[in-house]
């Protein structure tokens, strides 16, 4: 059975037995008041009966008696002394009825109650005559109030029969504007399962429960959906990341293995053989450093496990620029430093940054090209390293995609790298809760910045 089904015979149910109940009650009520009007009428008639001189043991007189005692709607019987009957009318049934009175006491009145059932019971008083030589018994028939509650009864019947239809056309149009909105998410739902992942519940009023469901399916269908773009374009990536490194490790993997081929086949001179061998090694050195910066960029994207401490970037930086220059004396590196600038970061990380940047002068700038390493705090805390150099620069399109990996650019010709290094320094940004920036013109040299967080929302990260 569905919702609406079930809800509509609630509610035809629960008004069906509201009906009944009132309908009982007032039926009740109407029956109680008129019994009580015919109590009234018996009393006053067993009151003025009871005083009468006539109702004395005599000879019978029953027209006078009938004229003394009640009028012709009533049933009467009256007694003498020794039981005899002194006079009696109202019809069989009502005398027969009569004679099951229950008697008075001395002097009183008994009363009044109900003698028979249905439409032939009778509402009875009886009471002892003056002087006491004769007892009476007066009553008045109930059909008339039975047939007014039946009356009353079969009014209420066919007026609760027409309510229950009204009730039951107004429930159901009620009840299925109430659940379109209902029906409005199971159709959202089903486009969605369909492929149309924008559709979305429409909300009528965010203060109905129907709203309120809509907006929480609306929010989780948002939420699903932007899971699902993240995952595509995860995908995405790590289909572009899995071609770049295969075509990046496909060269030295091919050098490797023609150079082994021609050791193999003796195809290289006893004296070229040297050469060889150090040709193949560097190749395979420079697949281990592929193999490594990737390994270590898939750990920073997934969980960056750094030991953070506090780090003083100046001496780091002057620690970098000494190992740049013994590594390429011919270049003049300054330091730009005033205080101690702290932070809270991995030390190791911190110099792969600066060794990076200072390795990408070296490779793409020409020969003897100066660089300046600038260390200042933060605007709002933390530290800030900027790497400046006097070299050619970079054009737009390329500047836009610097931090892209395996991207390099316009090199130098015969310049080592595997496009890592800049990805590398912006994946060690991130993990530390700060950011890489690159500012670059053609001719205008180049400005790599990178910030690092103060220690207090570095330590949130974690």
């Known amino acids: 059975m569905t919702l609406r089904a079930r809800l509509l015979l609630v509610l035809v149910v629960l008004a069906a037995a ?21 109590d009234e009428q018996l009393l006053a008639a067993a009151a003025t009966a009871r005083t009468n001189p006539l109702l004395r043991e005599s000879t019978d007189r029953t027209g006078l008696l009938r004229a003394a005692v009640a009028p012709t709607d009533y ?26 009175a229950p008697s008075p006491a001395a002097g009183g009145v008994s009363g009044p109650v109900t003698l028979g059932s249905g439409t032939g019971a009778y509402r009875v008083v009886s009471f002892v005559g003056a002087g006491g030589q004769t007892r009476a018994a007066v009553g008045l028939p109930l059909r008339p109030v039975e047939e007014t509650v039946g009356r009353l009864l079969l009014i209420e019947t066919m ?40 559709r979305r519940a429409p909300v009528a009023s965010p203060r109905t429960e129907a709203g309120r469901l809509a907006l929480a399916v609306n929010g989780m269908l948002a939420r699903i959906q932007a899971a699902m773009e993240a995952r595509a374009r995860s995908e995405d990536r790590l289909r572009r990341f899995v071609a770049d490194a295969s075509h990046e490790l496909r060269t030295p993997l091919t050098a490797v293995r023609g150079y082994l081929q021609m050791l193999r086949y003796g195809v ?36 960056p496990c750094l030991r953070r401490r506090p780090v003083d970037l100046a001496a780091v930086a002057a620690d970098a620029i000494c190992d740049a220059r013994a590594v390429a004396p011919d270049r003049v590196v300054a330091l730009e430093a005033g205080d101690a600038v702290e932070v809270a970061a ?24 100066s660089a300046t390493v600038a260390v200042r705090a933060g605007p709002g805390g933390g530290g800030v390293i900027e790497v400046r150099d006097a070299g050619p620069g970079m054009a737009p399109e390329v500047a836009e995609r610097a931090f892209s990996r395996f991207y390099r650019g ?36 180049t400005v790599v910045r990178v910030t690092f967080p103060s220690p207090a929302r570095s330590g949130r990260r974690g």
Do not use: C, F
């Not at 609760?160 to 659940?179: D, E, I, K, N």
């Not at 991995?346 to 940047?357: F, G, P």
């Open 18 to 38: 509201a009906l009944t109940a009132t309908g009982a009650a007032v039926a009740l009520a109407l029956r109680a008041y008129l019994v009580g009007r015919v």
């Open 75 to 100: 049933a009467v019987r009256i007694w003498r002394h020794d039981g005899s009957v002194l006079g009696a009318w109202g019809g069989r049934a009502g005398a027969a009825l009569l004679d099951r």
């Open 159 to 198: 007026a609760g029969a027409a309510s229950l239809g009204v009730l039951a056309l107004v429930a159901h149009r009620l009840v299925a504007r109430g659940l379109r909105p209902l029906a409005a998410i199971a159709a959202t739902a089903g486009a969605i399962a369909g492929g149309d992942l924008d």
């Open 268 to 303: 290289v001179s006893q004296a070229d053989r040297p050469d060889a061998v150090r040709r193949a090694d560097d190749e395979a050195a420079r697949m281990a450093k592929i193999v490594d910066d990737l390994l270590y960029l898939a750990r920073l994207d997934q969980e």
């Open 346 to 369: 991995d030390e190791d990380a911190v110099r792969q940054v600066l060794a990076n940047l200072l390795g990408n002068v070296r490779t793409h700038t020409p020969p003897g090209t």
């Open 410 to 445: 316009a090199s130098r010709p015969g310049a080592p790298g595997s496009g890592l290094g800049l990805s590398i320094v912006a994946a060690i940004a991130r993990a530390h809760g700060g950011e890489a920036t690159l500012d670059s013109g053609s001719g205008e040299g």
